[in-house]
């Protein structure tokens, strides 16, 4: 009997991956950094019955007209904004992604986003390792304190509650908008929900969790930067088209913001000529936001899990609901 095939778009560990080779056939693409190239994922997806993707698949109509057999896509990410889930679904495709199991490790990162851009963290480790520290002095790489500041969260969902969490261990008042009021985070967080413009005029760390949508594409523009106080710290880990970055350029050139910690790009990876990259009062990572070995693991096993379930014929686990 025929085995089910299976393709996955990035090397992944053999012990996550040796159920499916129990059970179908699996092919997988062999470099762990390289993307797979567009014609190569055509080619398989028009084969597979199950695909594990990343982030940087795209995975749109033209893909999805051609894939008859395909009936599961399990996307190694919480966010799913590579994949056209209204083609998937009316094909009759199932989208899995991987809520959960990074919430607590990804708000740790973006609370060490904070901390880093708010204390020079990066800046500071650069200084001694170019062997330009000669004494102590009074301002030497003064930051900003973050306790008892006030943090406004853009996207209140599981990730933004874990990073309120944190916030209130460091004695920090607690903005937040949302598309919809999350009563039982205000109570459990004692967070306060308010407009997109209040948070930006109040805020001295604004952190922005949204998701990517049409209504959030380019949310921090000019006329969001310019709202925001002059002391004012911007933190991304949510979606890199979240932010119009030549607006986030000027309004640190200018100073009408003193620093960003940015976790995620519009465009991935970022280019090392990139302007804000060349700014001293700009952390810049490499969407790492869920980077632990422990939870990347988790989230490769539930994809696993979620294609087994579907090709099984159980329901999935995490399964995307169409909007």
Request: charged content about 25%; aromatic content about 8%.
């Amino acid at each position: 009997m025929r085995r089910p095939y299976v393709f996955i778009t990035r090397k992944l560990p053999d012990d996550i991956v040796a159920p499916l080779y129990d059970k179908y056939d699996v092919n997988m693409w062999p470099h762990e950094h390289l993307v797979v190239p567009r014609d190569v994922l055509l080619q398989e997806a028009s084969r597979a019955e199950a695909l594990i993707t990343m982030l940087s698949d795209r995975i749109d109509e033209e893909l999805l007209q051609q894939s008859v057999k395909l009936r599961v896509i399990a996307n190694v990410a919480v966010g799913y904004d590579n994949i056209d889930i209204e083609a998937a679904t009316k094909r009759g495709v199932i989208v899995c992604n991987t809520p959960d199991v990074l919430t607590e490790t990804t708000a740790d990162l973006t609370f060490a986003l904070l901390l880093a851009t708010a204390r020079r963290l990066v800046e500071a480790a650069e200084f001694i390792k170019e062997g330009k520290w000669k004494s102590w002095s009074p301002l030497l790489l003064a930051g900003t304190d973050v306790h008892h500041k006030t943090i406004g969260i853009v996207g209140m969902g599981k990730i933004g509650q874990a990073v309120a969490h944190r916030a209130k261990g460091f004695h920090m008042r607690v903005l937040y908008y949302n598309r919809s009021r999350n009563i039982e985070a205000e109570r459990a967080l004692d967070a306060t929900y308010c407009s997109f413009d209040e948070l930006l005029e109040q805020a001295d760390f604004v952190v922005c969790l949204a998701p990517l949508t049409n209504e959030t594409y380019q949310l921090f523009n000019r006329e969001a930067f310019m709202k925001m106080k002059r002391s004012a710290i911007f933190i991304n880990a949510g979606r890199g088209a979240v932010v119009d970055e030549k607006a986030l350029y000027d309004a640190l050139i200018d100073q009408q913001i003193a620093a960003a910690g940015l976790d995620v790009f519009a465009e991935e990876p970022i280019r090392e000529d990139h302007p804000l990259l060349q700014l001293p009062n700009v952390v810049a990572l490499p969407h790492i936001g869920s980077a632990t070995k422990e939870t990347r693991y988790a989230m490769m096993q539930l994809c696993c899990r979620n294609v087994i379930a579907v090709l099984e014929g159980k329901e999935p686990y995490t399964p995307v609901k169409s909007q």
